[in-house]
């Protein structure tokens, strides 16, 4: 298990970088979907993961806080270091490290259960019984994630009956409850109208004082709107001359603030894919 930081937080010096993949290749059973990943995701930062379907962003998006371990058959090789330890490690919880590091799904998935329980869910499985404790956890949840004015007199509410961009929002707040030092984002605007992904948007760069952000998309002008660093990713492809049989794979092209990789990217790859010459 990993050590509690939250409680110790002398425990571990700071560190300009939130999280450091390192040579990273990426299995499933025998297919390698991506290799060779090295990326500082650096603290209290927005970093976006851009490219074409298929290039293995969200795969390793996923890889960082273990999520892939519920595929069956998927591996990784190298390393994710966060607070100094490799959290694929033998000795690491995959399940405190999805505490640590949490995560919003592409469709928000709230339970179904009341707006109350879905935040309070989380804090209750790590043992906060108390109610005063959980009623303060719930409304300050709610206010970060920037939806406590608009439910605040209807907590008991089902979460599934808000609308799409109030349960994402709802889905945010259920992943801030239990205090994450990291909140990944994969594509969570792409199921919502242009009104909520605005406000998800907003919701990003509110919160990345005090979270480190790392999101997938396929929005390029999302991208640049709210990242400070963007990755981008690409496929490569190889054929067998005997069987004629096509292979693909994921790799990392280039990482860079965002500013600079889309004004001036290092990689004709990079340029000829933010202009829209391919992908």
């Given at each position: 298990?990993?050590p ?32 060779d ?22 795969t ?16 990784l ?40 329980d ?22 300050s ?30 889905c ?14 994969d ?8 009104i909520?992904?605005?406000r ?20 390029m ?11 981008f ?10 069987t ?36």
């Amino acid at each position: 298990m990993m050590p509690n930081t939250q409680t110790n937080p002398s425990a571990i010096p700071a560190r300009p970088n939130a999280i450091e993949i390192k040579k990273v290749d990426i299995y499933y059973g025998s297919y390698r979907a991506v290799h060779d990943v090295n990326i500082d995701i650096h603290d209290r930062k927005i970093s976006a993961f851009i490219g074409p379907s298929g290039c293995g962003k969200s795969t390793v998006l996923r890889a960082i806080n273990r999520m892939n371990d519920l595929v069956i058959g998927a591996r990784l090789e190298g390393e994710i270091i966060f607070q100094g330890r490799n959290l694929y490690g033998a000795d690491i919880d995959p399940v405190e490290v999805r505490r640590r590091i949490g995560m919003v799904f592409q469709k928000p998935n709230p339970f179904p259960k009341s707006i109350y329980d879905n935040v309070a869910y989380g804090p209750r499985l790590l043992g906060i019984k108390d109610k005063a404790t959980l009623d303060e956890i719930v409304e300050s949840s709610l206010k970060r994630a920037a939806l406590w004015d608009e439910v605040k007199n209807d907590l008991k509410k089902s979460g599934m009956a808000l609308s799409g961009g109030q349960q994402q929002r709802l889905c945010i707040a259920r992943t801030i409850a239990v205090e994450p030092e990291v909140i990944l984002m994969d594509e969570p605007c792409s199921a919502l109208d242009p009104i909520s992904t605005q406000r998800i948007e907003e919701l990003m760069l509110e919160l990345v004082d005090q979270y480190t952000i790392v999101i997938v998309t396929h929005n390029m002008q999302q991208a640049q709107r709210v990242s400070d660093y963007t990755a981008f990713f690409s496929i490569r492809r190889t054929e067998d001359e005997a069987t004629g049989k096509d292979t693909r794979w994921g790799e990392l092209v280039e990482f860079e603030q965002t500013d600079q990789l889309f004004s001036r990217p290092a990689k004709k790859e990079t340029a000829d894919y933010i202009s829209g010459r391919f992908g």
